[in-house]
């Protein structure tokens, strides 16, 4: 079936390491986008990518980072300048452009990262 | 960007029909009203979106404003599976999508 892989589901991380959570779409989709959810509250918009080799900042990306070298995959890394990485994070994909403008995003059941 | 105000939490038992309201009185006239929801430890799940009319899938129904400052979702016959944090998001077009998600409203669904 279609859909968004993210994995692992859960991770750790010493204090000052970077880390990469991975996000893999098999829908075709052009656009990409990481979200950041804390405890009761709703998502944040990291980074986002309308198509390959083209990224763009989102509400919250200091301390991130994102390459985008194919169109299935939008890996996410956490810096060691992210000040408070503990966090669920989300990735998102969706058709883009003209009469896919409007089309829904489909999520990934996230990555739950914690650091000790 | 266009702010919404949902209910921070709502009630209703099993199999009886579900009214989640929204409003968003500064939303554009181009801006689509989109419906996500989430269950817990899961991400986002679509449910429904519209721009001016009302709109009907196998998930929910969509009721719009004439003036398009609020909206309703309907859950027809709500079940445990319903039990949910419902956002409603004005959907912005810059470029690409911009999801603004607010708190949303905590559904809880009484057998």
């Known amino acids: 079936d279609g859909g968004i892989t993210q994995s692992p589901k859960y991770l750790f991380r010493k204090e000052g390491q970077n880390v990469t959570l991975s996000c893999e779409q098999n829908?075709?989709?052009?656009?990409m986008y990481w979200y950041r959810q804390d405890p009761g509250q709703g998502l944040r918009l990291i980074y986002y990518?309308?198509?390959?080799?083209?990224?763009q900042k989102g509400d919250i990306a200091e301390g991130y980072s994102v390459s985008r070298e194919k169109k299935e995959s939008f890996p996410l890394t956490v810096t060691s300048a992210q000040k408070n990485p503990t966090a669920f994070y989300l990735c998102?994909?969706?058709?883009?452009?003209?009469?896919?403008?409007?089309?829904?995003?489909?999520f990934g059941d996230g990555t739950r990262l914690s650091i000790l | 960007d266009a702010k919404t105000t949902q209910p921070n939490s709502m009630e209703s038992n099993e199999e009886e029909p579900v009214h989640l309201p929204c409003n968003h009185s500064?939303?554009?006239?181009?801006?689509?009203i989109h419906w996500y929801r989430q269950l817990p430890s899961q991400g986002p799940e679509y449910v429904i979106h519209?721009?001016?009319s009302n709109v009907n899938n196998r998930m929910a129904s969509l009721a719009i404003a004439e003036d398009r400052k609020s909206s309703t979702l309907i859950l027809h016959r709500a079940t445990l599976r319903d039990a949910a944090v419902y956002y409603c998001?004005?959907?912005?077009?810059?470029?690409?999508?911009?999801?603004?998600f607010g708190q949303g409203t905590r559904l809880t669904i009484n057998p």
């Open positions: 829908l075709n989709h052009d656009a």
């Open positions: 998102a994909s969706s058709g883009t452009g003209g009469r896919y403008s409007n089309q829904p995003q489909h």
């Open positions: 500064t939303i554009s006239g181009t801006d689509y």
């Open positions: 990518s309308q198509i390959v080799n083209d990224f």
């Open positions: 519209g721009l001016t």
């Open positions: 998001i004005p959907l912005i077009i810059q470029g690409a999508q911009k999801l603004v």
